[in-house]
């Protein structure tokens, strides 16, 4: 496994790659590697024949009061993983190589990109998605992989790709999970021991969220009110926000129709801001698997 930490030397490698008609998959990341993400490499390793995951914490997704100086870096420990994962090259550039000078050029996926997380972290996917088109144009990928944990991330980097034609397939994976139900993230280890145990009423709520859908409840509001209720019995959870939208594009819904939808929770348990999502579908209709293809 190869690692490059500056941009010309890895557009040289790939290139010739590329000339040879290699099929190139990309795995964005900012570190702290979880089995999260190496189901990420492992799916791109199964489909293309050279993977390439960059790791970089990327600043400006993050606000003034957030942890970008608090989040754990360590490179030679995320590269072992990738190269037991399968990946041909790490890509880790410096601030400096990706930014040299502050960026006049942006990407705004606009509402979407305001809405949901985009609400409790202004400006986080302006800068997920200048990020992410960089890096398109630096790896040149004939697909990248994301996880579907960020269903909004995914969205909006599916609705960024289609708006710009930029050519490369996204491919979402599924949400990989602790055994008790935890999403895997890297914020993970910093919570608490006692916010730890807490933290898993945020599947059991989406557990109860979807059997009431696929039990044929069609209120939203209904299904919302219980979810909050189950939350809300948990007193180190902050609910910072709870939706249940259309799975296909994140449209507000009031009603279950016959097209799948997610529930998307954002909540902080202490300092930590975690973030969980699941489809769900009503008895007569089937989930979209597009988000998995």
């Known amino acids: 496994m190869q690692i490059f930490d500056r941009i010309a030397d890895l557009r040289s490698a790939l290139e010739r790659s590329r000339r040879a008609g290699r099929t190139i998959g990309f795995v964005p990341t900012m570190g702290a590697l979880h089995d999260g993400h190496l189901a990420l490499i492992e799916r791109a390793r199964g489909e293309c024949d050279i993977v390439v995951v960059s790791i970089f914490v990327n600043p400006t997704q993050f606000g003034e009061s957030e942890d970008f100086a608090l989040y754990p870096r360590d490179l030679g420990r ?53 990020v992410v088109s960089k890096l398109f144009n630096i790896v040149g990928p004939h697909r990248a992989y994301f996880g579907e944990k960020d269903f909004q991330q995914l969205t909006i980097i599916r609705r960024m790709v289609e708006d710009l034609a930029s050519p490369v397939r996204i491919v979402g994976v599924a949400t990989v999970r602790e055994e008790d139900g935890l999403a895997m993230s890297s914020r993970n280890v910093r919570l608490t021991p006692e916010d730890r145990v807490a933290s898993r ?24 009110s219980a979810m909050r209720g189950l939350i809300a019995r948990e007193p180190r959870a902050d609910l910072a926000s709870l939706d249940i939208r259309s799975a296909d594009g994140l449209a507000p819904i009031e009603t279950m129709g016959r097209e799948p939808v997610v529930m998307l929770i954002t909540a902080r348990f202490g300092k930590v801001l975690l973030i969980d999502q699941r489809e769900a579908a009503a008895p007569h209709a089937g989930i979209n698997r597009k988000m998995a293809s």
């Open 201 to 224: 009423v945020l599947s059991q709520a989406l557990d109860l969220g979807a059997r009431m859908i696929e039990g044929g409840e069609g209120d939203v509001e209904a299904v919302l």
């Open 78 to 130: 995320d590269s072992a993983l990738c190269e037991r994962s399968g990946a041909d090259i790490v890509f880790a550039p410096p601030v400096d190589e990706m930014y040299p000078r502050p960026m006049e050029t942006v990407v705004s996926v606009e509402p979407l990109g305001s809405d949901l997380i985009g609400a409790v972290r202004p400006g986080h996917f302006r800068g997920v998605a200048t």
